[in-house]
C-alpha cells in the first residue's frame, strides 16, 4: 500500500456501527438526566462537546464527551475591574459544584450501575459495553468573560473536585471547526483525523508515546489553509508537519498575534495551564515524520 493510498484510507470517522453506539451512549446519558428528580429545580443544558461532537474522532478514540451544564448561576471575569455590570444579584440557591457532582453521579448510577468511576478528578466516566461506548460525563456552569468594551463572550466554569476550575468555550470551537473545514473543501477535519490516527499507530507499535487528542487537532488547526488544501494527502501531511515542526522553535512569543490559540479562538495552546508544550509539539511531529518515512 503506498503512503497517498494509506493515508487517504485514514480521513475518514468512525464506523457507521461505532457512531451508532457513541449516538445510544449520548442518548441514554440524556434520559438519566431527565430522570432525575433533583434535576427538576435545575435548568440544564446537556451538550456534546470534543471529538464526537466536531467530528474529528477516530474508531480507537471514539468515547463520548457530554457536558451538563447548570444555568441557574453565572461565574465571570472581567478583563479589567468595572467591566462587568455593576447591577446584579448574588446567587443563593443551592446549586454549588459539589450539588451539581453529587446529583448527577446518583443519576447517572441510576441508569449505569455498576459502570460510573468517580476516580478521576474532573469527569465522571462511564465504561463502555457491547451496545455503547465509554463517556465522560462533567459537570459544568454557565461563564461569562467581560471585555474592557462590556461585551461579553459565553463558555463553561468546569470545577475539579478538588475545588480549582477549568474555563472551555466549546461552541466556539464548534463553530470555528466548521469554519476551517468549509475553508479548506472539508480537509481539515479529514487532516485531523489523519494525525490522529498516525498517533494511534505509533503507540501501537511503541514509536512514539501517547499524544492528547486534542492537542493534535489543535496543531492542525494552527495551519494555514493553504497547507490543507494541496493537491494530495502526502503533501498535505508534509505541509502539516513541516509548518508546526518550524513555527514551534524556540520560546513562546510575547506578541499576542503571533501565540497559537486552540480552536475555540478563546485560549492560548501554549501557557503554564496547558499539559504541554511547543517542545512536545515538535517532538510529535519530529516522530510522525519519521514514521511515515518522510525525507528532506
Known amino acids: 500500500m503506498s503512503l497517498e493510498t494509506k493515508l487517504a ?8 456501527s461505532e457512531q451508532d453506539k457513541q449516538d445510544r451512549t449520548e442518548r441514554m446519558i440524556r434520559a438519566a438526566i431527565q430522570a432525575h428528580p433533583a434535576f427538576e429545580e435545575c435548568t440544564l443544558k446537556v451538550y456534546a462537546k470534543g471529538s464526537y461532537a466536531n467530528n474529528t474522532n477516530v474508531k480507537s478514540d471514539s468515547d463520548v464527551d457530554i457536558v451538563v451544564q447548570c444555568n441557574d448561576l453565572t ?6 475591574p468595572g467591566a462587568h455590570p455593576a447591577t446584579f444579584t448574588p446567587y ?3 446549586w454549588t459544584p459539589d450539588k451539581l457532582r453529587t446529583e448527577l453521579i446518583a443519576a447517572l448510577r441510576s441508569k449505569f450501575p455498576d459502570h460510573v468511576d468517580t476516580s478521576g478528578s474532573t469527569a465522571i466516566r462511564i465504561d463502555s459495553n457491547t451496545a455503547r461506548v465509554e463517556a465522560d460525563v462533567v459537570p459544568a456552569f454557565n461563564f461569562k468573560y467581560y471585555f474592557a468594551s462590556g461585551s461579553h463572550r459565553e463558555g463553561s466554569r468546569v470545577f475539579k473536585k478538588d475545588g480549582t476550575f477549568l474555563t472551555n ?10 469554519a476551517k473545514n468549509n475553508a479548506t473543501g472539508g480537509r481539515y477535519k479529514k487532516a485531523v483525523r489523519i494525525m490522529k490516527r498516525v498517533e494511534n499507530a505509533m503507540v501501537d507499535t511503541y514509536y512514539h508515546r501517547e499524544v492528547p487528542s486534542f492537542f493534535m487537532e489543535c496543531l492542525v488547526y494552527n495551519c494555514p489553509d493553504e497547507v490543507l488544501t494541496r493537491a494530495t494527502w502526502t503533501d498535505i501531511i508534509r505541509g ?3 509548518h508546526v515542526w518550524d513555527q514551534l522553535q524556540g520560546p513562546e512569543p510575547t506578541e499576542e498575534s503571533n501565540r497559537w490559540l486552540e480552536p475555540n479562538r478563546c485560549k492560548y ?3 503554564s495551564s496547558q499539559p504541554w508544550t511547543r517542545a512536545d509539539g515538535r517532538d510529535f511531529v519530529k516522530a510522525a515524520w519519521n514514521y511515515l518515512g518522510f525525507t528532506s
Do not use: C, K
Open 75 to 80: 461565574y465571570w471575569e472581567e478583563a479589567s
Open 9 to 16: 484510507s485514514w480521513t475518514g470517522p468512525s464506523s457507521d
Open 269 to 271: 495552546l501554549f501557557h
Open 92 to 94: 443563593t440557591g443551592m
Open 240 to 242: 502539516v508537519i513541516v
Open 169 to 178: 468555550y466549546p461552541e466556539q470551537q464548534l463553530t470555528n471547526g466548521r
